[in-house]
């Protein structure tokens, strides 16, 4: 089999040096990477190392090779655009058409998925110019993925860091994939909100009670829903998982703060999914010092009172008429029966119920589940990984937003 053409785009940011290991990455997972770098981009890395890492030519202007017609031919046999980092200025010239080097008219040709993963200094991230030309992007059914917040040039922190080189290719992976069923950006526009991992419900300064959710499905969640175009808020608990590129992520411990994050963000959100594991119970009492024990004492009971039962609340009170509202559960037995009681008891409008148990779907790679919707249909999600599933309830979300 022909390998993917990926054309990866190089603006002139600092950034470009991460760009290197997007590069390795891409051409090491069996990508045909040709590098289009901006006559800036060259400032930072320069010519040879983008042709003896791709073993291609890295041209920035359209008058070499002119035989070839490089400018039209690059964007005609891409499969995937990728443009990394991509400055404000490079922004700008795609969202106007401007078509003054080799990478704008590679922009002007292509007709495959387009990806930016836009990096640069907060305010230049945050001027309306800049988000207009994302806005105009997105419309247009790009995939601009949000920049993550950190440590920037100098001595400045904010929003505005390229994502993690690792990051940005699980997106360009999964649109490849999706790109080949013509639907990459079926949530270009729309905000999702996802929660992921598990609560953690302290009883001392030192101790907790929590639960053995891992964050992976939640985190698949988020990462295929950037990659199918959405703005991404991701509240995550106690999740070890690097922040996935392009989502805007809130870090959570307990019940109560996660479902602060999570009712803030669903006010203008199209869908939110639930599939954080969220303690029903935390201790009602906190111990501001550690709890000791006392020889030959009996230990104290430890007391518990009820936490808000935020799916249910998202689903009494949509934030947003048309609001698509989706819970997991995760069952030992009748699972099935008690998805559907539950489905009713929650009054979401899509549950995701899976079977659990020891070697099952915790901190695992891969989920099997059904898919309950209040109409009476199943939509079943064959043993595999949670991506799958991840994308099967995106398609599930994308049919009831249409
Ligand atoms: N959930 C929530 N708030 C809670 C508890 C759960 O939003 N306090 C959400 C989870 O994110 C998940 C779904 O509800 O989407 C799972 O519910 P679960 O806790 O499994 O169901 P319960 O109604 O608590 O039923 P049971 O514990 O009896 O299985």
Not at 336 to 352: H, I, M, S, T, W
């Amino acid at each position: 089999m022909d390998k993917p053409n990926v054309v990866l785009g190089v603006s002139g940011g600092i950034a470009a040096y991460k760009a290197c290991e997007l590069l390795r990455r891409l051409t090491e997972s069996g990508h045909d990477v040709r590098v289009v770098p901006t006559a800036s981009a060259l400032h930072f890395v320069g010519e040879a190392t983008w042709s003896a890492l791709s073993g291609h030519p890295a041209g920035t202007e359209v008058w070499e090779s002119v035989h070839e017609v490089p400018h039209v031919r690059i964007g005609q046999r891409a499969d995937l655009v990728v443009v990394a980092p991509a400055t404000a200025d490079m922004l700008a010239k795609a969202a106007h058409g401007l078509a003054d080097d080799l990478l704008t008219n590679t922009l002007l040709t292509a007709r495959c998925p387009v990806v930016f993963a836009p990096a640069m200094h907060t305010e230049m991230w945050e001027n309306a110019a800049t988000q207009e030309n994302v806005a105009t992007l997105r419309r247009r059914g790009a995939i601009v993925i949000e920049p993550a917040v950190g440590r920037l040039t100098g001595v400045d922190t904010g929003k505005g860091r390229l994502p993690e080189p690792g990051e940005i290719f699980e997106v360009c992976r999964r649109v490849l994939a999706r790109g080949a069923e013509g639907a990459a950006a079926d949530l270009a526009g729309r905000h999702v909100v996802v929660s992921a991992g598990g609560t953690r419900e302290p009883l001392d300064p030192v101790r907790y009670l929590g639960n053995r959710s891992s964050g992976k499905q939640g985190y698949a969640l988020a990462r295929t829903a950037v990659a199918r175009g959405a703005r991404v808020t991701l509240v995550a608990a106690n999740s070890e998982l690097p922040d996935p590129a392009g989502a805007d992520v809130v870090h959570v411990g307990t019940a109560v703060q996660l479902r602060e994050a999570v009712l803030k963000a669903a006010a203008d959100a199209d869908a939110v999914v639930m599939a954080a594991a969220v303690a029903d119970f935390r201790p009602a009492h906190y111990a501001e010092g550690k709890i000791k024990k006392r020889d030959g004492a009996e230990p104290e009971p430890v007391a518990l009172v009820r936490n808000p039962d935020v799916l249910a609340e998202l689903s009494a009170e949509r934030a947003r008429p048309g609001q698509v509202v989706v819970g997991f559960a995760a069952e030992t037995d009748h699972v099935l029966e008690n998805g559907r009681a539950k489905l009713a008891r929650k009054g979401c409008d899509l549950l995701v119920v899976n079977e659990v148990g020891e070697r099952r779907t915790f901190g695992s790679e891969t989920n099997e589940a059904v898919v309950l919707a209040p109409d009476g249909t199943e939509t079943p999600v064959p043993y595999g990984p949670k991506e799958a599933l991840a994308d099967t309830v995106w398609d599930l979300v994308a049919r009831r937003l249409a």
